[in-house]
């Protein structure tokens, strides 16, 4: 069984950086075959797409977070790490990592950390 | 980017019933259609994928069907526990994934 655990710093001020890291267990990210996403869900909002990563280092962002995105992968600790940069308070979120499933050309999140509440204030 | 919208926003419903969940996409999407089932405080939770596949584990009391760019999430015999809120995702386009805004479905 696949397990997910997000963590990293609760607050964070405005203009820093955002640091997360996903903890994966119960299978190998470097096993291949599985996109690894970031998701985002803003304090009673829906939920928004930040991006994917694979196993390679290759990772795809949502153009909507305008570059401010770093993803990667550290194989070694079987870890996935997000970076958001210039933070303010729309970036204030639960911050969940998910594992990407593929089945027929559609794409779906079958595995999903507990999610973690980052709240950006001064 | 393909938008996702749900319909309801939010419904009321008792335990028993049975109920209805809208999505439409705004182009056409096939059948890379997949719900989830979110909780208050929790991960959201796979339900059905490709439109109408449930994932394992899932009561056979949840239903999906649909193609194209209408789809619809249907629950008989509502249980306590199905009182969450629930969310569309097209997973049609592996760079642009996106969401609806949820349904909310509260216990009247």
């Known amino acids: 069984q696949v397990q997910l655990q997000e963590s990293g710093p609760g607050l964070v001020k405005p203009s820093q950086t955002l640091s997360l890291t996903c903890s994966v267990s119960?299978?190998?990210?470097?096993?291949?075959?599985?996109?690894w996403s970031w998701i985002r869900q803003r304090p009673g909002q829906g939920l928004e797409w930040i991006g994917f990563?694979?196993?390679?280092?290759?990772?795809y962002s949502n153009p909507s977070l305008k570059g401010r995105v770093t993803m990667s992968v550290d194989t070694s600790k079987n870890q996935l790490s997000l970076k958001v940069t210039s933070v303010t308070a729309a970036d204030s979120a639960v911050y969940y990592c998910?594992?990407?499933?593929?089945?027929?050309?559609?794409?779906?999140?079958?595995?999903w950390g507990l999610g973690t509440l980052v709240t950006v204030s001064s | 980017d393909i938008q996702m919208t749900q319909s309801p926003s939010s419904l009321s419903a008792s335990v028993g019933d049975r109920i209805t969940i809208t999505c439409r996409a705004s182009?056409?999407?096939?059948?890379?259609l997949n719900w989830y089932q979110q909780k208050p405080g929790e991960a959201p939770k796979l339900l059905i994928y490709?439109?109408?596949t449930l994932q394992s584990g899932v009561p056979s009391r949840f239903s999906g069907s649909g193609s194209g760019t209408e789809f619809v999430l249907s629950i008989s015999n509502l249980q306590p526990e199905d009182f969450a809120t629930y969310y569309c995702?097209?997973?049609?386009?592996?760079?642009?994934?996106?969401f609806g805004q949820g349904t909310r479905l509260d216990i009247k």
């Open positions: 998910a594992r990407r499933e593929r089945s027929g050309g559609n794409y779906y999140f079958d595995y």
């Open positions: 119960g299978g190998s990210i470097s096993s291949g075959g599985y996109y």
């Open positions: 990563t694979y196993h390679s280092g290759s990772t």
């Open positions: 182009q056409s999407i096939s059948n890379h």
């Open positions: 490709a439109a109408s």
């Open positions: 995702q097209q997973g049609f386009l592996s760079t642009s994934i996106t």
